[in-house]
């Protein structure tokens, strides 16, 4: 065996290691869920064997399911030319193979205990979950949970029905539909393990739990009398779970997502009859699930694509790794504060400069205040706040960046602002640094014109607020060379960001595909559509805000200020639109600026929640003739999804992937679908094309497709294989 | 095809279903027994000519359960070939089971049958016979469900009736409930329920509130709106009413239908079999049907049903002398007036379950008795009476005096 170690001591009992050559963490491949169970069956088939610890060789016990044996599982479900049934059917043989073998350890008749020695997350907590003992060692950093929902995914081997029986249905579905995790104490106070003990101990102490014949050989559910903690759907105890969590859920998801209601069918299912049919149910939900073109989407972009992402796929391979030690930051503002925190939370020191020092102290102020409270949270002891506070050092001298590898400028979006800072800059910094501007929306090939060689410009466009987005994207110039970039992305990397690289360009990519969300909004309501079911319509379709909230939100002054400079920038070639009309209206005539000054297409009254401004009504009259809402989420998906074609066309983005982890990351497009491009696909890009040509001669040539997409659609093509990686 | 005639309409009083209401000390048993022996005894009715009784109980669970139509039918003394069957329809249980007692009698396979209803809810609480419309999350979805008082404030809101509107229309179902009593309108087919000793243990509605005001009204909160909002439930709603951007929640426990206990036979049968029984027809059955409606909101199938059972008879609704619309909660009774374009005095003259509440299994067949009554009162000829039903349905019955 390659994977997992078999030692047998002196007392008869056999410990499996988990120990996965050549990687850093365990996870559940073809090859280690066969190597697995044959051990496991060929322990208990073995007289002398008394029982089984079960650990890792590794720091943490088990990550999950392995990436390559989850694209080939939904290659199986999505195979081109395979009957949708036959499909099905090997998915769900697949997944019941291994729900097979760790039924035959639970019934196997010998103790079979976890000693778990780091995280288990996913598959890895559901083989934890099969040994009839679960103790954890007792660091606070171990996390267990089933967190496949996160991904679109489910538990596969069994989790959603023995996290069940063990925690109750009230207790194990926040779990399993949030995809939480649990430390080792709360996991014990929940009734997920059995013991926490020193982490030295831990598989000492699974030997003398077995040896002291303390380790049962049953699990609870194959005892008689078992009862689900809490009753079952049908007893009072057991009944909330459902009625109000299938509520709670459907509001949640907006039914765009089918893995948590598939993961609370399975529970509800599973909890009705005995374990062996709960754990069929599970499968066959599982089986269902992978044959979503939601859940493929999903995997693909927020767990297979993003993955790739964050170990920078698309870095340039022969430039080494960038050694980074200080960032200088310019500009103290909102975003330059929330850079110099990620910036320092990564142990990188931090000049963080501004006009004057009490502007820098004030950015710095930002960071005290986050830490403060994860402080006062517990979450982290005061020296290390201080440490990383430390880090970071408020003036308003340059020559404090002459030991700079990296300065990120992020100051006002003026040009003329901006090149004097970046002069500064050129006067100090040493020969290998490189220059970065946070812009959102002026050209960088233009910004790089005042840096000393354009070659060591780059765009790095972060998204508010800072510590929360998960995004950067990082914006080549047309004469930003290699290195610079591969610099860019070791730093997005090393502040636990996700980094996606695009052109330059209007807007780059996320700004720009974004703000055709919200003028499309706008245009409704010119059109005298009910506002009501525009917002409606916003949120289900799965984004984050609704789009005239998220106007307000912005703040309709700037989409008025950005829509003057682009239409002085683009000259006379400038189409004004209705929304032109509507802004300038609001922002001009009414004085509605959005949320900042508590009047925009909304009314913030004071202590009260937000509502529709009743004016509207007079605004925009309200045309006889409404659409459905489905007619207003398919315009809302298709022209962002539409503009992201537009920027793969126009080389703005150079793939497919990064454009849907982006879309996904940097805006929260709605992420059931898996990005905009995964969307067309999923529509079928000729009936997309179909679409938009519709959409097109009822609302205006924004909506007419792209060569690009034409060309598509007549020879077949995808922006994906059926599988998940990236066509050609 | 037979014509189906009413001979008798006969109901308990409503009793407050709680613990410290009139009738929780008597079973559910006790409440259908009362009104099966008032049939049998008000008409003389010889019992063996009766071919089945239909009762209407919506949680046929513990005391309520096992055919409670049949053991009434044998608790009450009837002859034993006389078949019982309970059936549920939700809220109009009680006129699904007449309508079921009438399609007996015009299919020509039965001579006398009985319809009608039976529910404590003090005893047997509402959802006690649980089911999966909630609770499987396939049906959950599906249905989009959430609790009716959350569809009830997404009609008050998608159709404008504001808090001080449905408060309104309550003080006046209560007002016109508490005339009623007063000048005995209901008297002719209340039967009082006697406890095992025969003492009477309730001879009127005791869940009126006569005294109610709209200040009374303005005090309660409304219902529906921790659970709609903490639950997700308003959303759930909201999903299907995208045009509405909140609901605004207005019902409460005053402006709603009353929880109480209570049970209600109707004696249904042909021209010939009342001839041989001595018996005078009050009215005949013209149409009846149930339709299907949007489950979400749940509560708009009343005006549905009500449109489809006049194009089957032939009528218009201005061809209706009188509406019995059960009131589930204020804003159900005043969209069907709005949409319907029934004024007030036409409908619901003698207050409804805002008032006297609402024994979901009976109350389709008390309001029916009711209709009759005021019918016979004010010597008019057609009425209607029609229930809004879980899961999104409306039953409606038109009768006809002779």
Same mark, same amino acid.
């Given at each position: +065996? ?33 190597? !697995? ?9 073995? *007289? ?194 459902? &009625? ?19 993961? +609370? ?19 066959? !939900? ?14 693909? &972009? ?134 970065? &501007? ?78 055709? !969300? ?53 000259? *006379?070639? !400038?189409?004004?639109? *209705? ?145 998940? &990686?990236?066509?050609? | ?10 109901? =308990? ?19 259908? @027994? =009362? ?31 096992? %055919? ?8 009450? %003394? ?19 089971? #007449? ?11 039965? %001579? ?49 009736? /504001? ?27 209340? $039967? ?43 959303? $759930? ?19 709603? /239908? ?47 049903? #009500?449109?489809? $059972? ?75 009476? #029609? ?7 409306? @039953? ?7």
């Amino acid at each position: +065996m390659t994977n997992i170690r078999v030692e047998k001591d002196v007392d008869g009992i056999v410990t499996l290691t988990w120990d996965m050559p050549g990687r850093s963490m365990n996870v559940l491949s073809e090859d280690s869920i066969a190597e !697995y169970s044959k051990a496991a069956l060929e322990a208990i088939a073995d *007289p002398s064997v008394k029982g089984v610890v079960v650990t890792s060789g590794k720091p943490a016990f088990i990550a999950g399911a392995d990436l390559a044996m989850l694209e080939k599982q939904t290659s199986t479900a999505s195979a081109p030319g395979v009957p949708e049934l036959e499909r099905a059917k090997a998915v769900y043989d697949n997944l019941m193979e291994f729900n097979v073998a760790l039924r035959k350890i639970e019934k196997g008749g010998k103790p079979f205990v976890a000693a778990v020695n780091g995280l288990a997350l996913g598959g890895g907590l559901e083989v934890a979950l099969a040994c009839h003992t679960r103790i954890v060692a007792d660091d606070p950093k171990i996390q267990l949970g089933l967190v496949e929902a996160k991904v679109g995914l489910m538990p596969g081997a069994g989790g959603t029905q023995r996290m069940s029986r063990l925690m109750g249905a009230a207790g194990a579905l926040p779990l399993m539909l949030e995809g939480r995790t649990l430390d080792p104490a709360a996991a014990l106070k929940g009734g997920l393990v059995h013991k926490v003990v020193p982490a030295l101990d831990l598989v000492a102490e699974a030997k003398a739990l077995i040896k002291s014949g303390q380790a049962k050989a049953v699990q609870p559910w194959d005892e008689k009398g078992f009862r689900v903690p809490g009753g079952d759907p049908y007893t009072p105890g057991g009944n909330p779970a459902f &009625s109000m969590g299938n509520a709670m859920l459907h509001a949640k998801t907006l039914g765009n997502y089918p893995a948590p209601k598939a993961i +609370m069918s399975a529970v509800y299912e599973g909890l009705l009859v005995p374990i062996d049919a709960g754990l069929r149910i599970e499968a066959r !939900y599982m089986t269902k699930v992978m044959m979503h073109p939601a859940s493929r989407n999903m995997i693909r &972009s927020l767990f297979i694509n993003m993955q790739k992402a964050n170990k920078l796929e698309r870095r340039p391979k022969d430039v080494p790794p960038a050694k980074l030690a200080k960032v200088g930051i310019l500009g103290a503002g909102m975003m330059g504060a929330g850079i110099a925190y990620v910036t320092a939370m990564a142990s990188l020191d931090v000049v963080l400069i501004d006009r004057s020092v009490e502007d820098a102290e004030k950015g710095k102020g930002y960071s005290k205040g986050l830490l403060a409270k994860q402080v006062e949270r517990k979450r982290m002891k005061p020296e290390a706040a201080d440490a990383i506070l430390a880090r970071i050092k408020t003036t308003t001298d340059y020559a404090e960046l002459k030991t700079a590898d990296l300065v990120i400028e992020a100051v006002f979006e003026d040009r003329g602002i901006k090149a004097e800072v970046t002069k500064r800059c050129a006067e100090v910094l040493p020969p290998h640094a490189i220059f970065a &501007s946070n812009t959102s929306t002026l050209p960088i090939t233009g910004l790089a014109e005042a840096w000393r060689d354009p070659a060591t410009f780059v765009g790095v466009h972060f998204f508010s607020p800072v510590d929360k987005m998960q995004l950067v994207e990082i914006i080549r110039g047309q004469k930003t060379n290699a290195a610079t970039l591969a610099v860019a992305m070791d730093y997005v990397k090393r502040i636990r960001k996700t980094p996606v690289v695009v052109n330059d360009g209007r807007g780059f990519y996320a700004s720009r595909v974004f703000a055709t !969300y919200t003028r499309e909004g706008m245009r409704m309501l010119a059109q005298g559509i009910n506002p009501a079911l525009i917002e409606n319509a916003g949120k289900m379709t799965g984004m984050p805000m609704p789009p005239l909230a998220l106007s307000d939100e912005v703040a309709l002054d700037l989409i008025y200020k950005i829509a003057a400079q682009t239409a002085k920038d683009v000259g *006379p070639a !400038y189409q004004r639109t *209705p929304v032109d009309g509507l802004i300038e209206k609001m922002v001009k005539d009414l004085g509605r600026l959005g949320k900042k000054n508590g009047k925009g297409f909304y009314e913030y009254p004071a202590g009260g929640k937000k509502h529709l401004w009743p004016g509207l009504a007079e605004l925009t009259p309200r045309a006889k003739e409404q659409p459905t809402v489905e007619e207003l989420k398919t315009r809302f998906l298709f022209i962002q999804a539409l503009e992201t074609a537009r920027c793969l066309e126009e080389n703005v983005l150079t793939a497919p992937e990064d454009g849907d982890v982006a879309a996904i990351l940097g805006w929260g497009f709605a992420p059931w679908t898996g990005g905009p491009l995964s969307l067309i696909d999923t529509v079928g890009v000729a009936e997309f094309v179909r679409e938009c040509d519709r959409l097109a001669q009822a609302y205006g040539p924004r909506f007419a497709p792209n060569a690009l997409l034409r060309k598509m659609a007549q020879s077949g093509e995808t922006f994906y294989r059926s599988g998940t &990686s990236k066509a050609a | 095809m037979a014509e189906a005639y009413i001979y008798d309409a006969v109901r =308990t009083p409503r009793g407050r279903g709680k613990s410290d209401g009139s009738l929780h000390e008597v079973t559910a048993l006790h409440l259908a @027994t =009362t009104v099966l022996q008032a049939v049998r005894d008000r008409n003389n009715l010889d019992t063996a000519l009766v071919d089945d009784v239909v009762l209407g109980c919506v949680a046929p669970v513990k005391e309520q359960g096992s %055919d409670i139509a049949r053991l009434a039918v044998l608790n009450a %003394d009837y002859a034993e070939s006389v078949a019982g069957v309970q059936i549920n329809r939700f809220c109009a249980s009680g006129l699904e089971a #007449t309508n079921m007692a009438a399609a007996q009698v015009m299919a020509g396979q039965s %001579d006398f049958a009985i319809g009608g209803g039976v529910e404590s809810m003090s005893r047997v609480p509402m959802g006690s016979d649980g089911g999966s419309w909630s609770t499987d999350p396939a049906m959950a979805f599906k249905s989009y469900f959430a609790p009716q008082g959350i569809g009830a404030d997404m009609i008050a809101t998608k159709w404008g009736f /504001s808090r001080s509107d449905v408060d309104g229309f309550a003080v006046e179902s209560q007002k016109r409930a508490a005339q009623a009593w007063k000048e005995g309108r209901f008297k002719k087919s209340i $039967v009082p329920v006697k406890d095992q000793i025969g003492l009477t243990l309730l001879d009127h509605d005791e869940h009126m509130r006569p005294e109610t005001t709209m200040q009374s009204l303005a005090s309660l909160n409304a219902s529906f709106a921790k659970l709609g909002d903490e639950a997700g439930f308003d959303t $759930v709603v909201n999903m299907r009413y995208p045009e509405v951007e909140r609901i605004d929640h207005v019902h409460h426990a005053g402006n709603s /239908s009353g929880i109480v206990d209570g049970a209600a036979a109707i004696l249904i049968g042909t021209k010939e079999a009342g001839e041989k029984a001595g018996l005078k027809p009050r009215a005949r059955i013209r149409a009846f049907t149930s339709i299907g409606s949007e489950p979400s909101i749940m509560l708009t199938g009343p005006e549905k049903v #009500t449109r489809k $059972v006049l194009a089957r008879a032939g009528m218009k609704p201005g061809d209706i002398d009188l509406y019995e619309l059960n009131e589930a909660f204020a804003s159900v009774v005043m969209l069907y007036m709005k949409l319907l374009e029934i004024p007030h005095d036409k409908l619901n003259v003698n207050g409804g379950a805002i008032a006297m509440g609402h024994p979901l299994g009976a109350t389709g067949a008390m309001i029916l008795g009711t209709l009759l009554d005021e019918l016979e009162r004010r010597d008019l000829s057609t009425g209607l009476a #029609t229930l809004c039903v879980g899961a999104g349905m409306g @039953t409606a019955t038109i009768i006809e005096r002779i």
